[in-house]
């Protein structure tokens, strides 16, 4: 099947910028957070989860681990980004041991929002802590490429916002307000953004993958159209005309460069869509099903299990299970 002329022209105006088309999208569809005052010595650990975490530092002193990277200072004004949200502790020195969550007062302020202190003599540390849920799959690919953890202020040299939002946030941070939780949510999403910007321009070139993909003039402009639509009724034919080559060489510059075919990534990319409506959302099997553009609920659920090996009906009864971040600790 073919799109129609009108179809066709909304598709082309594309930006050539993918990554922009990408990130258009992205919002944190879900953030926790507690601002916490501790005084050393204080030392948090922060298990494994499936969501994004960020950490940043209004007031010294405050000092993070992971197995990857060891014990890295962090100084005033700085954010620390765990993508794939890898365990981590948080300390006000790399000698302090045990968890010292236990032995401080957690006060739940509502909207997502806790207040954490830990009473004591020394030096204060004064920190925005939170768990951030993705409501754009899009990110999906990328998030998995990036690095365990990545700190604002060696990237904020490549984005001259950086600085300043960082600023902003010490400055909200330290003198909480009426209204300081949503803008400091709306500071996070901005500035994760930014981030995740700023690290795919700095990352070293490829041939192949999903950066490089995103990168390429023609295979980019698919990508985009593809995340933005994924429902649409995508043929080779089509896909061939936006990035303006012939299906054969489209086809094969898709492979080569993502390492599958342009169906076989729009398959995926529609199953992990149908798994973030069908959990987070709550949709209904059918409206899925329809949203995603299958003919019927029968065949977007065998091509749903053929890809995650699991039923949607199964999906929409857990994950909805694993969503509570418990404000991020």
Same mark, same amino acid.
């Given at each position: /099947?073919?799109?129609?002329?009108? $179809? &066709?022209? %909304?598709?082309?105006?594309?930006?050539?910028?993918?990554?922009?088309?990408?990130?258009?999208?992205?919002?944190?569809?879900?953030?926790?957070?507690?601002?916490?005052?501790?005084?050393?010595?204080? %030392?948090?650990?922060?298990?494994?989860?499936?969501?994004?975490?960020?950490?940043?530092?209004?007031?010294?002193?405050?000092?993070?681990?992971?197995?990857?990277?060891?014990?890295? #200072?962090?100084?005033?004004?700085?954010?620390?980004?765990?993508?794939?949200?890898?365990?981590?502790?948080?300390?006000?020195?790399?000698?302090?041991?045990?968890?010292?969550?236990?032995?401080?007062?957690?006060?739940?302020?509502?909207?997502?929002?806790?207040?954490?202190? !830990? #009473?004591?003599? =020394?030096? &204060? %540390?004064?920190?925005?802590? =939170?768990?951030?849920?993705?409501?754009?799959?899009?990110?999906?690919?990328?998030?998995?490429?990036?690095?365990?953890?990545?700190?604002?202020?060696?990237?904020?040299?490549?984005?001259?916002?950086? =600085?300043?939002?960082? &600023?902003?946030?010490?400055?909200?941070?330290?003198?909480?307000?009426?209204?300081?939780?949503?803008?400091?949510?709306?500071?996070?999403?901005?500035?994760? &953004?930014?981030?995740?910007?700023?690290?795919?321009?700095?990352?070293?070139?490829?041939?192949?993958?999903?950066?490089?993909?995103?990168?390429?003039?023609?295979?980019?402009?698919?990508?985009?159209?593809?995340?933005?639509?994924?429902?649409?009724?995508?043929?080779?034919?089509?896909?061939?005309?936006?990035?303006?080559?012939? !299906?054969?060489?489209?086809?094969?510059?898709?492979?080569?460069?993502?390492? $599958?075919?342009?169906?076989?990534?729009?398959?995926?990319?529609? /199953?992990?869509?149908?798994?973030?409506?069908?959990?987070?959302?709550?949709?209904?099997?059918? #409206?899925?099903?329809?949203?995603?553009?299958? $003919?019927? $609920?029968? %065949?977007?659920?065998?091509?749903?299990?053929?890809?995650?090996?699991?039923?949607?009906?199964?999906? !929409?009864?857990?994950?909805?299970?694993?969503?509570? /971040?418990?404000?991020?600790?």
């Amino acid at each position: /099947m073919s799109i129609s002329s009108s $179809e &066709a022209s %909304s598709h082309q105006n594309i930006p050539m910028d993918a990554l922009s088309e990408v990130l258009q999208d992205f919002r944190l569809s879900g953030v926790n957070y507690g601002r916490c005052e501790l005084r050393h010595p204080w %030392s948090i650990a922060f298990p494994q989860q499936a969501f994004l975490r960020f950490h940043f530092v209004s007031q010294g002193p405050c000092w993070i681990h992971t197995e990857a990277e060891g014990w890295q #200072e962090l100084r005033k004004g700085d954010l620390v980004l765990l993508p794939q949200g890898t365990a981590h502790r948080l300390a006000s020195a790399p000698d302090v041991v045990g968890d010292s969550l236990d032995g401080c007062q957690i006060t739940n302020l509502g909207s997502n929002v806790c207040e954490v202190m !830990r #009473e004591g003599t =020394g030096a &204060a %540390s004064t920190l925005f802590c =939170g768990s951030m849920a993705l409501g754009a799959c899009a990110l999906n690919p990328l998030i998995t490429l990036m690095p365990p953890i990545i700190k604002g202020c060696d990237v904020a040299g490549h984005d001259p916002i950086v =600085g300043p939002l960082l &600023a902003a946030m010490t400055e909200e941070a330290a003198q909480p307000q009426m209204g300081s939780a949503t803008i400091l949510s709306r500071m996070a999403d901005l500035l994760t &953004a930014r981030l995740i910007r700023c690290w795919v321009h700095c990352t070293g070139a490829s041939t192949t993958g999903w950066l490089a993909a995103i990168r390429d003039p023609h295979i980019g402009r698919v990508l985009a159209a593809m995340h933005r639509d994924p429902g649409h009724n995508w043929t080779l034919e089509n896909l061939a005309g936006l990035a303006g080559q012939s !299906r054969s060489i489209f086809a094969e510059r898709f492979s080569a460069v993502l390492g $599958e075919g342009p169906a076989r990534y729009l398959a995926r990319l529609r /199953m992990q869509l149908a798994g973030e409506l069908l959990g987070q959302n709550g949709m209904s099997v059918a #409206e899925v099903a329809a949203r995603l553009g299958y $003919e019927s $609920e029968a %065949s977007f659920a065998r091509a749903f299990k053929r890809i995650t090996n699991v039923s949607p009906g199964v999906v !929409r009864r857990t994950i909805s299970r694993r969503t509570d /971040m418990n404000f991020g600790f």
